[in-house]
């Protein structure tokens, strides 16, 4: 007998905790930080500075989406049928990192890009690299434990998961304040900041990686189970195609997770009935199956784990319509959100790209809560909630997102500007005089005989009949004006579906006009947009200065602090008070007004007590009143008048949390727990696979998204919401049929095992290895790697 001391000599040591797992680890992190920082800015840069349509942009999103999962096949491909996975991951980052520095030259005006083929190309290059890469790094982390390290295996998942949500966490903050707060190149934004900083997050994710290859241990490849996969299937295709129909004896078959056949059928009644067992609850005995007609090339074993993987590949037909409304946060909740008032304070504006935060956060609130609180209640009080039955609730939840979403957009289109009518224009008269001025004209409605215009008041003029050209004319005359106004007759230019402003003011007895054509549209940055009407001189030598906007909320020497804003005086009609155009983009805020005085101690002097206020998404149109002296208007309560062409955006950005709380627990639902059960009912050799299947369900919703943005089937968003809503509720109840007939491996009494002991098959009940709680809390723990 030996003794215990040489009992421990002869066992094994225990093996470290692999340390060098720290490098795999960053490089995730910095790669996650990389792909969502580079995807959240990437909506609003298609529309606002590529200037594509809504539609347009939500179909390059969804298209770059459905790249980035369809090259997993091809990085999984290649890793583990060609060159491995260090040199898969080691080549295919640089062709990332490529493609992320080709996309931040194209968003450099002054480099003279074709920014439309620079962008288009980069994001092929970025889907190619972090595409192929995904479903190499996390198993390449996996295969540096050892045998006996499953825990440690266990915990390294959970922190790869961590760096991955604190990667998209923070990168889905920081990168929109990048590309917003920071001005570059002459513009407002930094779009190339926004795309270089994940450029350089890459490149240091890449030498972390780099740092670690002396420790880390290569498996090398052994050929690609996804072609062997694919290999059998069409060989069994074409031998049902062709008639031959080829089996072995029965006792040739062996031991698999799969179900066991032997019936010899003709093609068409093979094919037939492998249709009907798809959808049944376990598969008849003694039913033969199509794939055993590739049994006179392929082993058995192969041939009854594809058949068991079928079972679960045919469950993930209805999810890719979760991912065609889960993967819209990025989209279409992002041009809704630009149209949203983001104004926390009035020094701190919350970007619409940055609502996508809220699925992080969420998602690191959600998961333990569920796991260790939720779940287990169900299960101390014996309520069932199965993995199938949680997916259907996460498709139901998805539903009632949009359901919401459909409802928002329903309130914010309320605040959106009305479309003009074909056939019809509207015009917009400002008396920008202290004193009333009386119009009368051809497009008066036959109960008016004449407008009045109080001082500084607006009127609209609306379904002003007009061709492609039409010229109206008026007459104005004066009611109580200092001077005396002498009569006049005006002549104003309307243009189809178009909207004008005519500003009015007088000078030396004179009326003068001026005529402005409007945008009726909410401004594309989603900022404010001001015009300045001065009708009266500026007290400087040339009569041009600048209005100054101060912002006293902003410390000073900080960008949106002040904007000054050129004021031409000599030209055109400036010196009897009507400027040729003076306008600005403004982000949003309350401002003092200053003009341009050099008789004032500083060079120019405030406009009023009160702040301007320009709130975010309205289009303006600001008169200074010409009846005050430059010695009076700084106590002044009325020293200007604001007019709202488009009206602000008053809906808040945060009415949005909703939608995304429910969307998130639905991805809670469906992703982790879909995981789950691939990981448990799939065989053992055909995880792989499933992983790469898993992907593919996000990259056919991005399709399907395609189809609809592309298409333009649906004009209202509203609609199109509920639209989405009315195919997932579909979708939830032929997914909630299909699990009531699907039936569980280890609950599975058909499920056939031959084992030596028992060389006659017969129906057993056989609990899959897979099925114990410990792997299926792996899978959760890794679902991050299928899920990102």
């Known amino acids: 007998m030996e003794s215990p001391s040489e009992l421990e000599k002869a066992s094994p040591a225990k093996a470290k905790y692999p340390w060098f797992i720290i490098f795999i680890l960053g490089n995730e992190f910095c790669e996650r930080f990389t792909y969502y920082g580079m995807k959240t800015v990437l909506t609003l840069y298609f529309s606002k500075v590529l200037l594509f349509s809504e539609d347009s942009t939500t179909f390059y999103y969804h298209f770059f989406s459905m790249l980035c999962y369809f090259f997993p096949i091809f990085g999984a491909w290649i890793a583990d049928g060609a060159i ?11 062709v990332y990192i490529i493609g992320l520095v080709v996309l931040t030259l194209s968003a450099i005006p002054d480099l003279h890009f074709h920014a439309i083929a620079g962008t288009l190309s980069g994001l092929l290059l970025i889907a190619i690299g972090t595409g192929g890469i995904k479903p190499c790094v996390a198993a390449y982390g996996a295969d540096q434990f050892k045998p006996g390290q499953e825990a440690q295996r266990e915990t390294f998942f959970s922190y790869f998961y961590f760096c991955i949500n604190a990667g998209s966490l923070i990168s889905t903050f920081v990168t929109p304040l990048l590309r917003s707060d920071v001005h570059c190149f002459g513009a407002k934004t930094c779009y190339s900041l926004a795309f270089g900083v994940p450029a350089a ?6 030498v972390l990686f780099l740092l ?4 880390y241990q290569d498996t090398p490849p052994t050929g690609s189970l996804i072609s062997r996969v694919f290999f059998c299937i069409f060989h069994a295709i074409a031998n049902n195609i062709r008639g031959r129909n080829v089996s072995k004896p029965r006792d040739e078959y062996k031991k698999s997770d799969s179900y066991e056949v032997s019936e010899k059928r003709t093609s068409t009644e093979s094919w037939l ?4 067992n798809f959808f049944r609850k376990s598969p008849k005995e003694n039913t033969r199956h199509w794939l055993d007609s590739a049994s006179d090339k392929y082993d058995l074993a192969l041939i009854n784990d594809i058949k068991q993987l ?8 209805p999810i890719p319509m979760f991912w065609a409304l889960f993967d819209q946060q990025g989209s279409r909740w992002t041009l809704q959100a630009n149209k949203m008032d983001g104004r926390l304070t009035d020094s701190y504006y919350w970007q619409p790209d940055q609502v996508q935060i809220f699925n992080p956060v969420l998602i690191l609130i959600f998961i333990p809560f569920f796991e260790w609180i939720f779940y287990p209640l169900l299960h101390k009080f014996k309520i069932p909630f199965r993995l199938l039955s949680r997916m259907v609730a996460g498709m139901i939840l998805a539903g009632v997102a949009f359901i919401i979403a459909g409802f928002v957009q329903i309130a914010l289109d309320k605040t959106l500007p009305v479309e003009i009518r074909p056939g019809t224009s509207e015009l917009r008269i400002f008396n920008a005089n202290p004193c009333s001025i009386s119009l009368s004209g051809q497009f008066l409605s036959s109960n008016e005989s004449e407008l009045l215009l109080g001082p500084y008041e607006m009127k609209l003029l609306t379904d002003l009949p007009t061709t492609k050209q039409t010229v109206a004319s008026f007459n104005a005359r004066n009611i109580n004006c200092r001077a005396f106004l002498t009569p006049a007759r005006i002549a104003v230019n309307l243009t189809d579906s178009r909207t004008s402003s005519l500003y009015l003011t007088e000078h030396n007895g004179v009326l003068h006009y001026r005529q402005f054509e409007e945008s009726k549209e909410k401004p594309e ?6 015009r300045f009407i001065i009708p009266l001189g500026l007290n400087t030598s040339t009569g041009n200065g600048n209005i100054t906007m101060v912002n006293p909320n902003i410390a000073a020497g900080k960008d949106g602090h002040e904007l000054n804003v050129a004021v031409n005086g000599s030209s055109g009609l400036a010196g009897f008070g009507i400027l040729p155009d003076v306008k600005a983009d403004v982000d949003q805020g309350r401002f003092i007004l200053y003009l341009s005085n050099e008789r004032a101690e500083f060079g120019k002097n405030v406009v009023g007590a009160q702040q301007l206020d320009l709130p975010n998404g309205g289009v303006y149109t600001v008169i200074i009143k010409s009846d005050l002296s430059p010695n009076v208007t700084a106590n002044a309560s009325q020293a200007w008048q604001r007019y709202d062409i488009v009206e602000p955006n008053t809906l808040s950005i945060f009415w949005q949390f909703p939608q995304y709380f429910v969307i998130t627990l639905g991805e809670v639902f469906l992703s982790v727990s879909g995981l789950t059960f691939a990981y448990s009912e799939a065989p053992e050799s055909m995880k792989s696979v499933l992983q790469a299947a898993w992907l593919l369900t996000s990259a056919f919703g991005s399709i399907i998204v395609m189809v609809f943005s592309g298409a333009h089937l649906i004009r209202s968003q509203a609609v199109e919401f509920f639209v989405f809503a009315g195919l ?4 939830a109840i032929i997914f909630a049929i299909m699990a009531s007939r699907y039936r569980y491996k280890e609950l599975d009494p058909v499920h056939l095992e031959m084992t030596p002991q028992d060389p006659k098959p017969g129906p057993q009940r056989h609990v899959s290895q897979d099925s114990r709680s410990g792997l299926i809390t792996e899978a959760e723990t890794d679902e991050s790697q299928f899920r990102q």
Not at 212 to 215: A, L, R, T, V
Not at 273 to 276: A, F, P
Not at 525 to 530: L, R
């Open 84 to 94: 491995g996975k260090f040199k898969t991951i080691f080549s295919l980052s640089v």
């Open 201 to 206: 997050l890459m490149a240091v994710a890449l």
């Open 212 to 215: 670690g290859k002396p420790f």
């Open 273 to 276: 009935k492998s249709l009907r």
């Open 310 to 317: 079928l079972r679960v590949l045919v469950m993930f037909l």
């Open 525 to 530: 940055d989603g900022n404010a947009k001001v």
């Open 728 to 731: 997932i509720g579909a979708f």
